[in-house]
């Protein structure tokens, strides 16, 4: 079992299904992905904004994200954990880029 066998042991069938889909540029299955995880997301989104008028920015930002850096997953632990250490991440630099702003 090599490191990406393994770490499709962390996701469910569909999901597992609907990333490698989404690697071969299935747009269907792209849509299919916002939707699996989108939810999550937002929470971490909406959990980690003051205002919530900028929360679909944001969360457009992180979707982006995810995709463009796709091919950084290896698989090695859960997508859902990888994804929402993007979107954790990206909220920060937002959040980083704000008070830079203001000063």
């Given at each position: 079992?090599?490191?990406?066998?393994?770490?499709?042991?962390h996701l469910?069938?569909?999901?597992?299904?609907?990333?490698?889909?989404?690697r071969r540029g299935?747009?269907?299955?792209?849509?299919?992905?916002?939707?699996?995880?989108?939810?999550m997301v937002n929470r971490i989104v909406r959990m980690h904004l003051p205002r919530r008028d900028s929360a679909e920015d944001l969360t457009q930002e992180v979707f982006?994200?995810?995709?463009?850096?796709l091919g950084q997953y290896r698989g090695t632990s859960s997508f859902r954990g990888w994804?929402?250490?993007v979107?954790?991440?990206?909220c920060y630099d937002h959040?980083?880029?704000?008070?830079?702003?203001?000063?």
């Open positions: 079992m090599n490191a990406t066998d393994a770490g499709r042991a469910p069938p569909d999901l597992t299904g609907c990333l490698e889909r989404v299935d747009q269907d299955a792209a849509r299919e992905l916002i939707e699996q995880v989108g939810p982006i994200k995810m995709f463009t850096r994804l929402a250490q979107a954790r991440r990206t959040l980083r880029a704000q008070r830079l702003r203001a000063l």
